[in-house]
Structure formats: C-alpha cells, structure tokens
C-alpha cells in the first residue's frame, strides 16, 4: 500500500504510488499540450473578426428565418417522397449486398479466413465512407439525381448492417448448428435451418435501425446533387431564401421524429 | 387457435410435409406486410427517374475511378492534402475533448435518478435537438455565423457530440448500482463528493470507451463538413472530385480509410484496457 511519513514519523496513507503519480502527471500534461496545439493550428486557421460578429450574424439569420414561409410547404411533398424513397430502397438494396457479406465475415459460417479477410474491408471501407462522400462520388458517376442517392445509401449501410450481422452470427448457439449437421444437412441447408432462424429477430432489428439512420442522411445528400429535401435546401441557401430554410428545418425535423418511433416501434415488437 | 395450427403441422410432419414456423404468426398480417412492400416498391421506383444516357455516359468515369485506386496519386496535390488532414485532425481533437466537457453536465443532468425535473427537462431537450439534425446542417449554420474555416466546424462536432455523449452518459447513469450511492451518503457525503465517490467510478470505463468511440466518428464526419467550408480534409476531396482528379480523390479515400482503421483498433484497445 501507498504510505508516506509525515515528519512527525507517523504513516498517512496515499491513493496512488509516486511512480503512479508522476504518470498520471505525465499523462496529463501530454494530453493538455496535445490539446493546445491542436487549438493553437485551428485558432491560426481562424479569421477571429468573424467569430467576434457571430451573435450579430446569428440574431440577424433567426430575424431572416423567422416568419417562415409555410405555403412553400406545398413544394416539399415531392422531394419528400424521393426522401423516403432514396431511404427505403437505399436501405433495402444495402441490406440485400450486405447480407451474404455478413456471412462470409463471421467467423463460424465463413467458407475461407482469407475470404473472411475480404469480406472485412468490405465493411471497414463501406464504413469509413459517409455517405456524403459516397453521393459525391457517385454524383460524379452516375449524374445527379435521386439514383445516386439510392446507391449510396446502399454502399454506406452494407458496413453498419454488415458489422452488426457478423457480430450477431457469431454469437449464435451452436448446438442448433450441431443437430442440424448430424441429420447430413449441407452447408447451405445448415445456414438454411440452423443459422438464420437464430439471426433473423437482430437482422430485422438492425435493418429498422439503419432505416431510421438513412431517412436522417438521405435528408442531407441534396446537398451534393443526390437528390431529394436537401436539393431545395441547398437551392433556398443558395437564394439565400432562409424563411424556406425553417420551412426545410421543420419538415426534417418532424420526419426524423416520426421515423425515430416508427423504427423503435417496430424494433420493440420483434425484439 | 395457434395449438390447432401446432397440431396440424405436428400432424403433417407425421406425414413427412414439414414447413418451418414463419417469422410473423398472424398470416394476415404476413400476407398485408407483404402486399404494402409490393405495391410501395412499385409506387417508388415508378417514381424514380434515371437518365440512363447520363449513366452510360459516367460509366467510362467509373472505370477512371476504379481505375486511380489502384494507382493513387498522393504527390501532385501533397501539400494541400496534408492541411487538410491536419486541420481534420485537430478539429477531431479539440471538438472531442470540449464536447466530452460539455456532456457531463449536461448527462448528470439528464440523468432522472439524480436530477430535478426541470433540469432533466433542458438537458432532454439539448439532447433532442443536437441528435435530430445531421452535422452538415449544424455545419451549414455554424459556418454563416463563424465564418469559413475549422472553427466552425470544431464548434458543429462538439454540439453533435454533446448530444451522443450526454445521451449514453444518462443512460448509463440511471442503470448504476445505488446501494454503492446509499453507502458513500450515508458517511454524510456532499453532492460533490457523492459524485466523485460513488457515481464517477461507476460511469468512468464507459465513458473513456464512449469518448474513444466518438473520437473515430468525429473523424469520419470531420472529412464530410469541409463540404460546406466547415474545414477539414473535405474540402480537399470535394475540390479533387469537381476538377477530376480521381488519383488525389483515392489517395484521400485511402488515407481516410486507414486512418479509422487504426482508431478503431486503438479504441478497441483502450476499452479493453479500461474493462
């Protein structure tokens, strides 16, 4: 235990030992440097003027927003749907690619560890990639427009489905596996009988969950050409038309409620 | 009615017909769920118009992409990427730790087995709005009112990390063990040191995991904000991608890429180490 003397001679007790605490010390003071460099190359970076005019800026665009324009509503039904639209089939095209990933990634269904390997950076690089970027670059590709959109929806959830299948595939008892083989069942019919019935709750669960996601970052993709709600905000920023802006902000708002409770409704029947 | 159903398949098993349980019991509800996702998925896609002139003609710009991952060009652009990474990286750094920072509060707060109701209430609704909004809309405004460039996006990933951190940190709060909370009060402990004592050891491996986990999505929206001219190593891309340059925009997809691959080791790391 820890304990100094007091020059009276007589014991105290210590929480942590010296070479604990110069340690801690040291770990700390790294951290702290690192932090203020790290402020220091933002705060150069940084035109102060403008932040010093930010509460007049702030004030000035709530004035802008304020009575929002509500009949510009009437607009935002169409790329509403294509909202949804790009969410929904984007989720369920991800789904469907990520799927069979899953399976070659775990470890107890995956026919080969390199093919294992494979299908990892699969779902570490779909992961890594937000899905702006993906609608970046397949803006690029395909051309603007609500196809864009789908596909990368798509490519961006088959990381977060794929990751959470695996996982869950790995965690499946394996005695089912077992009886299943012991009548001669073959690969595919164990997969078939023993596997996915034990799966099937967590795939649903996780394929509402990233539903509930993509309907938050579909709203957004616009913003680079992608498609739907964010294709007339990035037009009323640009027209510097901000009173449609609050409009925009109300109905995103108000869809990423709704949807939030749809999924979590629906996720707590089936779990 | 389902003991019938259960007879029956028990009876035509006997008889060698056997059919696995479906996932849904109610075969009216199966067969409606099935009809909705038919008739949207044909109301959808009859919605959705393809220019497929257009998509024949990227396809050759698609074959380019494919085509600079296997030789990414990391040289022309050097200097710009390497800004650009650094500015995403500190912008990383300091929005974790200030939002980290700000969180607490705000999830003792938001914690109903320590909190008033009032309080419980504001920190809720911080927690509300912070989460519903994506970063690049915060972005959008932060950089209106900032002005462009890596404040305004150090200032959007830690509101966004408020929100995450504040929501899990509560959360886990109002699931701790109370007897270790009655104990520390019963020796005539004060707020501070009932904190300190009895529920900041119990949240403390968590909460380093949960900041670690945050530092890796902060990184990964922190090259998506320079977009809108937030900072950071998108803007980079963005501009790469507009002037086609694919080498430089695989040379950037590549670097992100390995960079959270070793944060999320690191943080895996951590949390193991922290457990």
Redesign the interface.
């Known amino acids: 235990m820890p304990v100094s003397t007091s020059p009276q001679g007589a014991p105290l007790w210590q929480r942590r030992t010296t070479r604990a605490q110069w340690l801690q010390f040291a770990a700390w003071l790294l951290g702290i440097s690192?932090?203020l460099?790290?402020?220091k190359?933002?705060?150069d970076?940084?035109?102060w003027?403008?932040?010093e005019?930010?509460g007049r800026?702030?004030s000035d665009?709530i004035s802008r927003m304020m009575p929002p324009r509500w009949e510009y509503a009437n607009v935002l039904w169409k790329p509403m749907?294509?909202t949804l639209?790009i969410a929904?089939?984007g989720t369920a095209l991800g789904i469907v690619m990520a799927f069979p990933v899953a399976f070659l990634a775990a470890r107890n269904t995956t026919p080969h560890p390199l093919i294992r390997s494979l299908a990892l950076t699969i779902i570490?690089?779909s992961?890594?990639?937000?899905s702006?970027?993906w609608a970046?670059?397949l803006v690029?590709?395909?051309?603007p427009?609500?196809?864009a959109g789908?596909i990368a929806i798509a490519l961006r959830s088959i990381g977060f489905v794929g990751k959470l299948l695996y996982e869950a595939i790995e965690e499946i008892h394996p005695t089912p596996v077992e009886a299943i083989s012991a009548t001669g069942a073959s690969r595919l019919q164990v997969m078939n009988?023993a596997v996915l019935?034990q799966v099937?709750p967590a795939f649903?669960g996780i394929s509402m969950y990233r539903w509930d996601i993509n309907i938050?970052?579909s709203?957004?993709l616009g913003?680079?050409g992608a498609g739907g709600i964010g294709l007339q905000?990035n037009a009323s920023?640009n027209s510097l038309a901000w009173n449609q802006v609050s409009v925009i902000?109300v109905m995103?708002?108000a869809t990423?409620?709704v949807s939030e409770w749809v999924s979590a409704r629906v996720r707590h029947a089936i779990i | 009615m389902s003991s019938t159903n259960s007879l029956a398949r028990q009876q035509a098993a006997r008889e060698g017909h056997w059919r696995?349980l479906p996932?849904i019991d109610n075969p009216r509800v199966r067969w409606g769920l099935v009809l909705g996702a038919m008739v949207?998925l044909v109301l959808?896609?009859a919605?959705?118009?393809?220019?497929w002139a257009?998509?024949a003609?990227?396809?050759g710009?698609?074959l380019n992409?494919l085509g600079a991952f296997l030789q990414p060009d990391f040289v022309s652009r050097q200097s710009d990427i390497i800004a650009g990474l650094?500015?995403s990286?500190?912008?990383t750094?300091?929005s974790t730790?200030i939002g980290v920072l700000l969180a607490i509060p705000v999830g003792l707060g938001a914690a109903r087995n320590i909190s008033p109701l009032p309080i419980y209430a504001v920190c809720r609704a911080i927690i509300a709005v912070s989460r519903?909004?994506?970063e690049?809309?915060i972005a959008?405004?932060f950089v209106?009112?900032?002005?462009?460039?890596?404040?305004a996006g150090?200032l959007t990933l830690a509101f966004a990390t408020i929100g995450f951190m504040a929501k899990l940190l509560a959360e886990d709060i109002e699931d701790l063990d109370w007897r270790q909370v009655e104990a520390v009060r019963a020796t005539g402990a004060s707020w501070w040191q009932t904190m300190n004592h009895a529920i900041q050891p119990q949240v403390m491996p968590r909460l380093i995991g949960l900041s670690m986990y945050r530092l890796d999505i902060n990184f990964?929206?922190s090259?998506?904000i320079g977009?809108?001219g937030a900072?950071g190593i998108?803007a980079t891309?963005?501009t790469s991608?507009?002037r086609?340059e694919y080498g430089t925009?695989a040379a950037i997809?590549l670097i992100?890429?390995a960079i959270?691959?070793m944060s999320?080791y690191a943080s895996s790391y951590v949390r193991r180490w922290t457990q």
């Open positions: 690192l932090f460099l790290c402020w190359v933002i705060s970076n940084t035109m003027v403008f932040v005019d930010a800026q702030g665009l749907w294509d639209n929904t089939l570490v690089s992961r890594s990639i937000n702006l970027i970046m670059l690029t590709i395909l051309g427009g609500v196809l789908i009988y019935p099937m649903a938050r970052e709203t957004v913003l680079v905000l920023i902000f995103i708002f990423v409620l | 696995r996932l949207y959808a896609l919605s959705v118009e393809v220019n257009r998509v003609e990227g396809a710009r698609a992409f650094l500015e990286l500190t912008m750094l300091t730790v519903t909004f994506q690049i809309i959008i405004l209106v009112m900032f002005g462009f460039g890596p404040f150090m990964r929206e090259s998506v977009i809108v900072g998108g891309l963005n991608l507009s086609y925009s997809l992100i890429i959270v691959l999320e």
